[in-house]
């Protein structure tokens, strides 16, 4: 079965400090990865999205890599911020799974003052 | 920017009701979708549509649940008669390709109570 796992479920750091998150996925093939944003009660905001041929994205304090061998993606947060809290989704298209998102169940971050 | 909107952003419905959940996709999107999330759960695909017709849809999209895109702009989702364990918030998403894992683009959500 075709799943997306995600470590650890809370963080708590404090301000400043950069931090990884961790997302394993169980099948290699893969059309790409992305890693969402969801604030309380709120919608999905697409932070970056890795093509299977890729080895990282970057956007900003966020940068994203790749591992598909190995079935893993981190998502790195430079200098976090108080603002940086939320919970944090990554997600998988694998292939032959048509072109549906497979979600693995956050990160929730905090981050304090 | 673009943006997928979803109404209403809030619903409450009696067990048994039928409900109608509305998506304005992105304009030049051709493929959409439906997820859900239920407190504390996983965000779940229902079910992908293009051209008029279900791609594919999951488990959980049985025959109590129906998508339609009635109009030149809007995609729904119907839910005939609500159960309990369909409260959950349901997103509507679109994309502008279908192959290939295209990027998929997300509305605020419309959280559905069923009491």
């Known amino acids: 079965k075709q799943e997306v796992t995600q470590i650890p479920a809370a963080l708590s750091v404090p301000e400043g400090e950069n931090l990884v998150l961790n997302c394993s996925f169980t099948?290699?093939?893969?059309?790409?990865l992305q890693w969402f944003r969801q604030d309380p009660g709120k919608g999905l905001t697409s932070l970056l999205l890795?093509?299977?041929?890729?080895r990282e994205q970057t956007s900003g304090r966020l940068n994203a890599s790749l591992d598909k061998s190995s079935g893993r993606s981190t998502l790195y947060i430079a200098a976090s911020q108080p603002g940086d809290s939320a919970t944090y989704l990554c997600a998988v298209t694998f292939t032959g799974g048509g072109n549906k998102l497979t979600f693995g169940t956050g990160t929730q971050l905090k981050v304090e003052l | 920017e673009p943006e997928v909107t979803q109404t209403p952003s809030h619903q409450v419905t009696q067990m048994g009701q039928e409900v109608i959940l509305r998506c304005v996709p992105i304009s030049n999107h051709l493929y959409f979708y439906w997820y859900r999330q239920i407190l504390g759960q996983k965000v779940e695909f229902l079910v992908s549509f293009y051209n008029n017709e279900i791609s594919e849809k999951s488990e959980i999209f049985d025959d109590q649940f129906s998508v339609e895109r009635p109009d030149g702009s809007n995609f729904t989702l119907k839910i005939r008669s609500t159960k309990l364990e369909d409260s959950a918030m349901y997103f509507c998403?679109?994309?502008?390709?279908?192959?290939?894992?295209?990027?998929?683009?997300f509305g605020p959500g419309t959280r559905l109570l069923v009491l």
């Open positions: 099948d290699s093939a893969i059309y790409n």
């Open positions: 890795i093509q299977s041929s890729q």
């Open positions: 998403a679109s994309s502008e390709s279908r192959t290939g894992g295209p990027t998929q683009y």
